[in-house]
């Protein structure tokens, strides 16, 4: 695992800042021929600090560690996987952001706002699926999950194929999910099973990006009232291109 961490800045943002955290989703894609770890709402690719990267993991098809590393550009960041890389998993931390009296957000912690209406922190999760073949490895553990329980790189738009949704390892059940995250950004379908389970139909021969979001609230705590987890399946569908 690759570990790429620093503190968090806390400098003030624009009103509304707490409905752009809660909203972004963080996924791996190609961009000029790198791998790019993508940060935005829906079609949007937003610059951030890529101190926020707080853990890498890039797995070989059969699940083992694969060699990779992280470029930090000066408002985003790269990866650059092994030749054998198949699925990168990505943790990043947006921080705390929280409502001052004034109704405006600023990304700092509650504590830290004199007179503070509401707070949370927001975390974003991906599993990134660049070349595989074949039957999905296990995949380590991450705080919030979407693990596809068959490979759906191998198939086309309009197929189907089912996800596992998992918080802290275990099954989510009566969670709705985002099938089509770049393109829909806010349209949800049903809801998991008690197994964590829902099905998903492939939205694009190309890029897909699936999210769910699970918030769990906090109690007796001063720097937030919500801790908000994002997670991302990514993807390509449809086989090889031309070119």
Aim: aromatic share 8%; charged share 20%; glycine share 10%.
């Amino acid at each position: 695992m690759m570990k790429f961490a620093s503190v968090v800045g806390v400098g003030l943002v624009l009103f509304g800042a707490a409905q752009i955290a809660n909203a972004h989703g963080v996924w791996v894609a190609q961009r000029w021929d790198e791998y790019g770890i993508i940060y935005g709402h829906g079609a949007e690719d937003n610059d951030y600090d890529p101190a926020k990267i707080k853990s890498v993991t890039v797995l070989t098809e059969d699940g083992k560690a694969s060699e990779g590393k992280v470029e930090a550009r000066d408002t985003h960041a790269m990866i650059v996987p092994g030749e054998d890389a198949a699925i990168v998993l990505i943790d990043f931390d947006n921080g705390f952001y929280t409502e001052g009296p004034d109704g405006k957000w600023v990304n700092q912690p509650k504590s830290a706002v004199e007179g503070a209406k509401q707070a949370g922190r927001y975390l974003k999760h991906s599993v990134s699926l660049l070349h595989i073949h074949g039957d999905i490895p296990a995949l380590p553990a991450q705080a919030l999950q979407i693990v596809p329980l068959s490979n759906p790189t191998e198939l086309e738009a309009g197929d189907d194929f089912k996800v596992r949704i998992l918080y802290d390892g275990k099954p989510l059940q009566g969670v709705a999910i985002i099938p089509d995250y770049v393109n829909l950004a806010e349209t949800l379908i049903g809801e998991t099973d008690q197994d964590g389970i829902a099905d998903i139909t492939v939205r694009n021969d190309g890029l897909n990006v699936i999210a769910v979001k699970y918030s769990v609230p906090l109690e007796n705590n001063a720097d937030a009232d919500l801790i908000q987890h994002f997670a991302t399946l990514s993807f390509t569908a449809g086989g090889e291109h031309s070119h």
